[in-house]
């Protein structure tokens, strides 16, 4: 079996867990969205065994290795009666899912919806060469808007979240770190100067979409979460898409922060979207700006002082009018982009004191091991 499909069930079930979500006892469907990268270890570590796929039989091979089955395996271990629907965009795969889900939830398909991605390649931790003119970068580092930008690191990752109708949420008591305003999803088209070279047009109106379907002004988004893979033709092109979208409402200048999950993590690919949509989450939970690492000056083809960004250089208070909001950009090759608005979730009424003078966590395991690293984890 392709690890990416084990990484991605396993991340489902913890995603679950988190959400105090038990598949067969939830009254109502769950949904699963997600994809997964390149089938590297069929390829590299299966393939050439043709010993080994005779003795456990082609069509079991198959559904333990491609693309199409990641998700359906997650909804049949996990007994999720949604739509179970695998999504290949490449980049921005799991931005894309999490947008699918979205209107799942709110066309009334699924109650609950997983959405995400994972990207894991074979043999791990192999590296990359460098090549002039690709985007790998040349030292090992990402350094998103930054003067030295020379490319991205591609790295391993996976990355799923649990969401539900505000109300339903609520209703269940259910932890929410962030609400979802609003998404959209298109395409460059032939905009572009090739089938993998991005297209300011094409980011400036998804972006402008999703603003539109969040029913939000520009004005009032404090932080945007870019792909930001850091290299010479995307980064540029990336705050001049931005730059237009914004531009349709303010004129205003340097009053949004920007920063990339990349800098810190590299390109998780397929899981890229999700994950940076997690961090802001999180951020927005502990209303705190993360730094965009590996910045130290701002590459001389971006003019952040006529856009209105700037790059988050330190971890700050996240600060400004209630709700607090962001945006979330996802950019895949072939040209399918995402964007989504993220609000800070509404204020909860805090649970009264219990009466009780101690409280009994029970916990069950396999073994005394599984046990002891359960309370561990706990």
Known sequence: MDPQHRHFLEVCWEALEHAGTVPEHFAGTIGVFGGMYNATYYQ?????????????????????????????????????????????????????????AMDNLRGGQCDLALAGGVAITCPPSSG??????????PDGHTRPFDHQASGTVFSDGVAVVVLARLSDALAMGAPIYAVLRGAAVNNDGAGRASFTAPSAEGQATVIAAAHEA?????????????????TPLGDPIEIEGLTRAFRAHTSDT?????GSLKGNVGHMVIAAGAASLIKVALAMKARVLPPSINFEKPTPKIDFEKTPFVVNTHLRPWTGEAPLRAGVSSFGFGGTNAHAIVEEAPAREPSGPTTRPAQLVVLSARSPKALDEASKRL
């Not at 559904?63 to 629907?85: F, I, M, Q, W």
């Open 44 to 100: 590299r570590h299966v393939h050439g065994r043709p010993d080994l796929v005779a003795r456990l039989g082609e069509l079991n091979v198959m559904l333990a290795n491609e693309k199409d089955y990641v998700t359906s395996r997650a909804a049949h271990r996990l007994g999720l009666s949604g739509p179970a629907v695998s999504i290949h965009t490449a980049c921005s795969t799991s931005l894309v899912a999490t947008a699918t």
């Open 214 to 230: 969040a029913g939000v002004e520009p004005r009032t988004i404090s932080y945007v979460e870019a792909h930001g893979t850091a």
């Open 128 to 137: 990359h060469l460098y090549q002039e003119g690709s985007m790998a970068s």
């Open 254 to 258: 340097q009053f949004c922060a920007v």
